[in-house]
T-cell receptor
Framework: DTAVSQTPKYLVTQMGNDKSIKCEQN?????MYWYKQDSKKFLKIMFS???????INETVPNRFSPKSPDKAHLNLHINSLELGDSAVYFC?????????FGSGTRLTVV | KQEVTQIPAALSVPEGENLVLNCSFT??????LQWFRQDPGKGLTSLLL?????REQTSGRLNASLDKSSGRSTLYIAASQPGDSATYLC???????????FGTGTRLKVLA
């Protein structure tokens, strides 16, 4: 199936831990993104990579670090997790035909 | 700075009604505009993409229009069905960038 897939789907972890979310797309898109959807369902861009190069880096705490080993993968590592990091994180990729989203990772920090 | 707003925030209609969802953006220099639906606890599904040079796009019972000069896009849903119940989001791609700015969403409920 052609898609944007991200793992894990659910992540429950304690404050202070470090965790990673992985994303892969097989659509051949050059650009990938991480978005955060908060409890009010508002989607806000965090990062974007184009051909492994960081092109968008919004005002995000530096505890969040994206990594793109190749243009089909974009991972998100979060250090020292805080309660306020609880949200749904979406990976997406884009071409001239628009965005394709992954199904999201629901992160709960307890 | 591009801002995207959607009105109404929530809408409840009886089955069979035709309805219009609105999306407004502050900067007309957009590259394209995309409409999505999001079901509870799910990801976003793309519905329609309108390039900046286009006026409208149609897919089945859905029709999206774009008026850059007035900073508006509308999503028209004909003969609404309970299965259309979801949150509808519009996103404008900022001209010259890869960045999409999302609207606040319209939560639609179609009653059987």
């Amino acid at each position: 199936d052609t898609a944007v897939s991200q793992t894990p789907k659910y992540l429950v972890t304690q404050m202070g831990n470090d965790k990673s979310i992985k994303c892969e797309q097989n659509l051949g898109h050059d650009t990938m993104y991480w978005y955060k959807q908060d409890s009010k369902k508002f989607l806000k861009i965090m990062f974007s990579y184009n051909n492994k190069e960081l092109i968008i880096n919004e005002t995000v705490p530096n505890r969040f670090s994206p990594k793109s080993p190749d243009k089909a993968h974009l991972n998100l590592h979060i250090n020292s997790l805080e309660l306020g990091d609880s949200a749904v994180y979406f990976c997406a990729s884009s071409s001239e035909d628009g965005y394709t989203f992954g199904s999201g990772t629901r992160l709960t920090v307890v | 700075k591009q801002e995207v707003t959607q009105i109404p925030a929530a809408l409840s209609v009886p089955e069979g009604e035709n309805l219009v969802l609105n999306c407004s953006f502050t900067d007309s220099a957009i590259y394209n505009l995309q409409w999505f639906r999001q079901d509870p606890g799910k990801g976003l599904t793309s519905l329609l993409l309108i390039q900046s040079s286009q006026r409208e796009q149609t897919s089945g019972r859905l029709n999206a229009s774009l008026d850059k000069s007035s900073g508006r896009s509308t999503l028209y849903i004909a003969a609404s069905q309970p299965g259309d119940s979801a949150t509808y989001l519009c996103a404008a791609r900022v001209g010259g960038t890869y960045k999409y700015i999302f609207g606040t969403g319209t939560r639609l409920k179609v009653l059987a």
